[in-house]
């Protein structure tokens, strides 16, 4: 297979020495890549493998049990039968991960069959075996479940993959440098997960036309196979490789000095970065950047290019101020006097984008233009609308306001007022449970039970047995008996591989609560904003304390913003919460779609979850995705959502001022008026709930702190 040659790739300088240092010292932990699509990460990856020293294996050994190494079971066995172990070179391989790989299949698994029929243990290797000594590359890194992530990472840090299966435990070394890629605007990683790795470089397409005239005459010349491309840049290639070889021979000759070491922590402290990690993967990357120039000590680039590596995932997301990073420049000044110069120098710590101090998802679903003329149109409008507004509040004294203030105005429905309005106190909601679905879901959690194939749970009943389950003993037992397996002069049972049983395990799981949020300006009203934040911190409030992951998109104007991605940390999607503005026209289906596509990921990243939707609007929408009437379009999305099998909640602000005796009445009336005049009859929000097949309650319901009743069949309130 014909790879591009490293050397030859054009740019992401900062991408090639994130990699290269974890070919130096792999025990930095390895290199997670963030950014767009199109960006050559895989290519890198695959292109880093042939830049790396080959290695010294035990020869016929499945595991490649590495020189100087700890072997594995199967080599100390040969070694205690008196054989002497012979080694070989072999080249460093890319291993790549499926997506969709399960536990057994990352750690391996025993075969019970073997064991059953031939009295041995035998293994029977996953991922993580193939991996010693090699490269293992993860494509989509935060697509894949948080356990397997968790598995990896543990063995990535140990260097040892440890196997164990009714009592029976097998282990073998894993030693391989740990390579993740990821696009942001699919989800991203869990913070804790996040910290495990490494280093952290963030990519993007070069702006610059030059370069990007560069890089496509590369490509076209590899693909064309050109005459001498490939002898070129394989020249640069083989000198890396000996900048590698050499920097793992002196690796440890380059000293840390105690003002380094004092220098990086009290950096990394001023940062507000939690842990240690940071601190470690900056002096070891450090220090491989060194060896990797030829240097025999650090110098103030060294440590300014391992700060952009080692920190950018473990700063905070609340970001960071311009007094920290102005500290940490003086800091590496005072370090390296003479050596820090201003000129054509990058920042150390780059500034966040930030709204409102915050750092937002990004992922942005906008109602498209159809044409010029409509974009030319719109433009006037605002224009004549801006123009008429400044000229009113100059007759007034010079004090404007944001429209016109005439309700009928049509130039004044394309500006949009922006506000940020305070949540109320939270309050204890209705219990919000998921309801028992007859799907095997195994995601950490305390909301809702359901069948797992995890080895935890509570084991509630016996089934056939399968290769990776637990095996159920009792009922395994008793089937060896009535199958007849016994002897009849010692009364022993001899199990066959057909009387297995497996458990079937119960378990409480975590869900994936999803809120959709109208934040156009129908909704400031009644101080209907304040309600509904309160609302929302409330039921955060309760996700954190039954673990699971939350995610928070609002809709307003012409535009649904995921303004947080699927997380764990519900602190942090109350904080962007209070920070949201409101204002515009309501584009529902635009929120809806946002949500659909959203979910899709999350079911493909974290199918153990079951998602659970809570819409909060007041249904009154008024701009459509692909035009026509914005509330059929609506409750089109909300069919697609029912066909996908999402559990729906819509909390209907419109209705929030009424008591429940009010409310029931309201209802009757509107069951009856559906009955007569139509599908559109019963409010908006009712009519989209019920295309959604979704709850239906007012926000006023949600904030009855005596209704604590669970759920029952498919009711989720």
């Excluded at 290019?305 to 950018?312: K, V, Y």
């Excluded at 473990?314 to 590496?332: C, F, K, M, N, Q």
């Excluded at 959709?516 to 009203?525: C, F, K, N, R, V």
């Excluded at 519900?570 to 584009?587: C, E, R």
Aim: glycine share 10%; aromatic share 4%; proline share 5%.
């Amino acid at each position: 297979m014909r790879l591009f040659p490293f050397s030859a790739i054009v740019g992401q300088e900062l991408l090639k020495k994130g990699l290269l240092v974890n070919a130096v010292d792999p025990s930095i932990g390895g290199v997670l890549i963030r950014g767009e699509k199109g960006t050559g990460k895989t290519t890198a990856v695959r292109a880093f493998a042939a830049v790396l020293p080959a290695k010294e294996t035990v020869s016929g050994c499945r595991f490649g049990c590495l020189r100087g190494v700890p072997p594995c079971g199967e080599c100390q066995s040969r070694e205690a039968q008196g054989e002497s172990l012979a080694y070989e070179e072999r080249p460093v391989e890319v291993v790549d991960l499926p997506l969709n790989a399960s536990e057994d299949r990352v750690v391996g698994s025993l075969d019970l069959e073997a064991a059953l029929r031939e009295g041995s243990k035998k293994f029977e290797m996953g991922v993580l075996g193939k991996a010693n000594g090699n490269l293992l590359y993860i494509d989509e890194v935060n697509l894949l479940d948080d356990h397997v992530v968790d598995v990896l990472l543990d063995v990535a840090v140990s260097g040892r993959n440890v196997v164990m299966r009714e009592g029976v435990t097998y282990s073998h070394p894993s030693r391989f440098i740990l390579v993740g890629t990821m696009n942001p605007e699919e989800g991203e990683l869990r913070p804790q997960l996040l910290d495990r790795f490494g280093l952290c470089v963030e990519i993007a397409g070069e702006k610059e036309i030059a370069l990007r005239k560069q890089i496509v005459d590369r490509v076209l010349s590899f693909e064309s196979e050109e005459p001498g491309f490939l002898t070129q840049w394989g020249k640069g290639d083989r000198r890396i490789l000996r900048q590698v070889e050499e920097g793992r021979a002196r690796l440890h000759d380059v000293p840390i000095p105690d003002h380094i070491l004092k220098t990086v922590t009290e950096a990394v402290a001023a940062l507000g970065v939690a842990g240690h990690r940071g601190d470690i993967a900056i002096l070891k990357t450090a220090r491989a950047l060194a060896v990797l120039r030829g240097g025999t000590g650090l110098s103030a680039a060294d440590l300014s290019d391992a700060i952009r590596l080692a920190l950018p995932h473990r700063i905070p997301r609340s970001g960071v101020g311009d007094r920290a990073a102005r500290h940490v420049e003086r800091l590496l000044s005072w370090a390296f006097p003479g050596e820090m110069k201003e000129e054509d120098r990058e920042p150390v710590v780059p500034l966040p984008d930030t709204t409102h101090g915050m750092k937002r998802a990004g992922v942005v679903f906008r109602a498209p233009v159809h044409s010029d003329e409509e974009l030319e149109r719109q433009a006037i409008e605002q224009a004549t609308a801006a123009r008429r507004r400044s000229e009113r509040g100059a007759g007034a004294g010079g004090s404007s306001s944001s429209t016109c203030g005439d309700p009928d105005c049509d130039l004044c429905q394309g500006f949009v007022e922006e506000n940020i309005i305070a949540p109320s106190a939270p309050y204890q909601v209705r219990k919000i449970v998921v309801p028992k679905g007859r799907k095997m879901l195994d995601a950490p959690g305390k909301r809702s039970r359901a069948r797992t194939a995890s080895v935890r749970g509570r084991y509630v009943r016996s089934g056939p047995w399968k290769k990776g389950r637990d095996v159920a003993m009792d009922a395994t037992l008793f089937t060896a008996v009535a199958n007849g397996h016994v002897e009849r002069s010692t009364g022993r049972i001899r199990v066959a591989v057909e009387d297995l049983r497996g458990k079937r395990r119960e378990r409480k799981v975590g869900n994936l609560i999803l809120v959709l949020l109208d934040a156009s300006a129908s909704m400031e009203t009644q101080k209907r904003m304040v309600a509904t934040k309160g609302a929302v911190l409330s039921l955060l409030r309760d996700a954190y304390v039954k673990r699971d992951r939350v995610g928070l998109i609002s809709f307003r104007d012409t535009v649904a913003e995921v303004v947080v991605s699927p997380t764990g940390s519900a602190s942090m999607a109350a904080m962007q919460l209070t920070w949201l503005a409101s204002g515009g026209t309501t584009p529902l289906s635009i929120g809806m779609f946002a949500a659909v596509r959203t979910l899709e990921v999350e079911q493909v990243r974290d199918p153990g979850r079951k998602p659970l939707l809570v819409l909060i609007t007041d249904g009154r929408a008024n701009v459509a995705y692909v035009g026509g009437e914005p509330l059929e379009e609506a409750v089109r999305m909300g069919k697609i959502l029912r066909r996908m099998g999402v559990t729906s909640l819509v909390i209907d602000t419109d209705r929030m001022m009424m008591g429940p005796a009010a409310l029931r009445a309201s209802m009757e009336a509107t069951e009856k008026t559906k009955k007569t005049r139509g599908i559109f009859s019963g409010g908006p929000a009712k009519t989209v709930a019920d295309a959604m097949g979704a709850k239906y309650l007012s926000l006023a319901e949600m904030s009855q702190s005596a209704i604590l009743a669970a759920i029952r069949a498919r009711a989720i309130i």
